[in-house]
């Protein structure tokens, strides 16, 4: 018989403690990593184990998902975090600020527009990331890196949102540091702290060069439910 999982050797644990590793060599405070649990396709049952092993920030990737099983588990766990990491449709704008507390994939006028909207209009300031299309690949949302400082520059002029950061998500086909160090190059000219890189596979990478926030899916709950 399997031994069951404890607290100590636990995915989760598993996570965490490659995130110190990473941090050390890197000579930076693990406080200053955000590890962001990736729980897309995974029911409450599978997301509750987690929660108990103390993780409170969560991503998802669609907001119909996530409204169907984080409003219940937010009111039980209030300290619960939420990060919408997926491409966000302007007309769920509404819904998106009303449940996330942050949001990693801005990355149009028409969405900067919607968010303003329901920013003023609900008084929610969820952390917008505007994401970056650092392999211009046209199967994939965000903004290409040559026009990532105007579109930050409307986003603060025009619609008046506080961007704080940038969120990249490297082509699969190719190696992701040369992505990692653009996007933080592209955040350091525009002031912004906060930058949403690595996931499973390669987020110690990410945090040797700035990442803030890693997320982790696979690591930490298994392979994706279809």
Do not use: Y
Not at 192 to 215: C, W
């Amino acid at each position: 018989m399997t031994a069951p999982t404890t607290a100590i050797d636990s995915p989760l644990a598993k996570v965490r403690a490659e995130i110190s590793r990473a941090c050390a060599e890197a000579k930076r405070d693990p406080a200053s990593v955000t590890l962001v649990a990736i729980s897309k396709t995974f029911g409450v049952e599978v997301i509750e184990p987690v929660i108990a092993g103390g993780q409170r920030v969560f991503g998802e990737n669609r907001v119909q998902e996530a409204k169907a099983k984080w409003p219940a588990l937010k009111a039980r766990f209030p300290d619960i975090e939420l990060h919408l990491v997926g491409p966000l449709q302007s007309n769920k704008a509404k819904e998106a600020v009303a449940l996330f507390d942050a949001i990693h994939s801005l990355d149009r006028a028409s969405l900067a527009e919607a968010l303003a909207k329901e920013i003023a209009r609900q008084g929610r300031t969820p952390t917008l990331f505007v994401e970056v299309n650092t392999g211009a690949e046209p199967q994939k949302s965000g903004v290409l890196p040559e026009e990532t400082d105007a579109f930050i520059a409307a986003c603060r002029e025009r619609h008046g949102l506080a961007v704080a950061g940038l969120m990249c998500l490297p082509p699969l086909n190719e190696a992701p540091a040369p992505h990692f160090a653009l996007t933080a190059k592209i955040a350091r000219r525009n002031g912004l702290a906060l930058l949403s890189m690595g996931m499973s596979a390669d987020f110690p990478l990410a945090i040797q060069l700035g990442a803030t926030h890693v997320r982790v899916g696979t690591a930490i709950f298994g392979e994706r439910r279809s």
